[in-house]
């Protein structure tokens, strides 16, 4: 369960976000709709910790987020371009956040290689450890982003515009992919989006930004209908 | 993917230009080279391994390799910093930190040896201060450290940052979500990201403070086998007529110019292999 009270963030003079306040229950997949500029990136980045709010709070399962290190939020964040490690291979991609914990947490190198291999398995890409980000189509990169973020067993699912990059049947078939995946991992997901319809057929929850402000939040029927909580 | 592609020009232009290229570094570069190498060689190999085995021009050769030793590390240390926070920070004197790493490269070393001379000599601002404490500075290994600092200082930070820049940040903010602290994310993404690029600025670092001449001339004070390093002992051999023995530590200084290239060469070699490997894959899987 995801609480954001309040927050606000401001770039020099301009503001970005203006007292948004969304209550985002566990397990569900919420779509954060709105033009370019209307913040809603900027709001994705803030609860990974990534960007500071000016004002407000975000509660992350009661515990106060506020001021935590990225890195100790366990979210899985996949960038709109991926940010894959280039000179790693698609492996090493995916063992980065296992190979980077503590040495008490770390678990040993049998564990990690099972642990990419179901990984690998889970978004399709088997056998393709050993390739580098450079060999893979678009689509694929998407997926070892995805197995990425998933390999530190995330709490939160954040996602940027996690389709702009693909042509439309790779992302037709990623989006009924992904909406599969969600209801078999379960994990609260957050992905950003301009593009509405994608919004309708992927979230069970609609958010709409413009700039800055909340301006619906529905279900996906509601919104259709016309109705959906306006603040 | 073809690697080249001709434009449409006439191959007798194309052979001419690729031929007036080659003739310029023929008798510009290779020639030179040859030069010293047959000069050294000149009163045979014998006079050659007991003009470099002199003490005076072991002490040089010593004392190259201990600046050399010195500096390297240290402007690798900053160029990386200085790369770092002009290609990720906005700050004030941004430009002006920008300006300021670029400056050795338009500054000619004779003036920076003199400004540290200037600063830290007897008669210097720094100078008296100095000497009741007991510090050397010039005509002693630090100034020539120092020049030699100054004089390299550019070539990690010019190497690395347009790649740093042109990265983004992106990798490093991943590498944050999933856990990395600061070292890990440095270590792990930033500097892998850029080796090639800073390989490349250290070798030229290398080579450029193995043979150094003007500034480290200045604050040098040429004592023999104290501060005299490699190409200052080159100068006053060949001042005394000396000339096989000058020639002797030239092609040393040569050779070592030599494996610094070499190194350059067989990196890149790797380098384009694995990229050229890499889009031959991506053709196979499009196939």
Not at chain 1, 45 to 65: C, F, H, K, N, T
Not at chain 2, 32 to 60: I, N, Q, R, Y
Not at chain 2, 72 to 97: D, E, I, K
């Amino acid at each position: 369960m995801i609480r954001i009270s309040e927050l606000s963030k401001c770039f020099g003079a301009t503001p970005v976000l203006e007292r948004i306040s969304l209550d985002i229950a566990a397990g569900s997949f919420v779509a954060l709709l709105g033009a370019s500029g209307s913040g809603k990136t900027t709001l994705l980045r803030i609860i990974a910790g990534l960007e500071q709010a000016d004002r407000g709070s975000i509660e992350i399962d009661g515990v106060p987020a506020t001021g935590l290190p990225p890195g100790a939020r366990r979210i899985g964040f996949v960038f709109q371009s991926y940010a894959l490690f280039a000179p790693m291979s698609v492996f090493e991609n995916i063992a980065f956040g296992l190979r980077v914990r503590p040495r008490r947490l770390r678990p040993r190198e049998v564990e990690i290689r099972d642990r990419v291999e179901r990984l690998l398995a889970l978004v399709r890409l088997e056998g393709l450890g050993a390739r580098l980000p450079a060999q893979l189509s678009g689509g694929q990169r998407q997926r070892v982003a995805l197995a990425r973020a998933l390999a530190i067993e995330p709490r939160i699912l954040l996602l940027d515009e996690p389709f702009g990059a693909l042509d439309r049947e790779v992302r037709d078939e990623l989006r009924v992919w992904l909406k599969q995946l969600h209801a078999e991992l379960g994990i609260t997901t957050l992905f950003v989006t301009h593009d509405q319809e994608e919004a309708l057929s992927l979230a069970n929850r609609v958010v709409i930004l413009d700039r800055g402000q909340v301006v619906l939040d529905a279900s996906p029927t509601e919104m259709m209908q016309g109705q959906g909580h306006r603040p | 993917m073809p690697a080249e592609r001709s434009i449409g020009e006439p191959v007798a232009v194309r052979a001419a230009v690729v031929l007036a290229a080659v003739a310029v570094a023929a008798v510009m570069l290779l020639a030179p080279l040859l030069v010293v190498f047959s000069e050294a060689l000149a009163k045979g190999g014998s006079f050659l391994l007991t003009s470099l085995t002199d003490p005076d021009a072991l002490a040089a050769i010593e004392l190259t390799l201990l600046v050399t030793a010195i500096v390297v590390p240290l402007n690798t240390v900053f160029g990386l910093a200085a790369a770092w926070s002009v290609s990720h920070f906005r700050f004030p004197g941004r430009q002006l930190l920008i300006t300021l790493i670029e400056l050795p490269f338009s500054v000619s070393p004779v003036v920076s040896g003199m400004v540290y001379v200037l600063m830290f000599g007897l008669q210097g601002w720094a100078g008296g201060w100095l000497i009741e404490h007991g510090v050397k500075v010039i005509f002693a290994l630090p100034g020539i450290v120092l020049a030699t600092l100054f004089v390299t200082l550019p070539f990690v930070a010019r190497q690395v940052a347009p790649l740093m820049q042109a990265r983004g940040i992106e990798e490093e903010e991943a590498a944050l979500t999933l856990g990395a602290n600061g070292w890990q994310m440095f270590r792990r993404v930033s500097l892998l990201k850029v080796r090639w690029a800073l390989l490349y600025g250290i070798l030229l670092c290398n080579a450029r403070s193995l043979g150094e001449f003007g500034a480290v001339s200045v604050v040098s004070g040429h004592i023999r086998g104290v501060t005299n390093t490699m190409p200052l002992h080159v100068e006053i051999l060949y001042n005394e007529y000396n000339i096989a023995a000058a020639f002797g530590m030239a092609a040393l200084l040569a050779c070592m110019a030599i494996a610094t290239i070499g190194a350059r060469l067989a990196l890149e070699w790797r380098h384009h292999r694995s990229i050229s490997l890499g889009s031959e894959a991506v053709w196979v899987d499009r196939r």
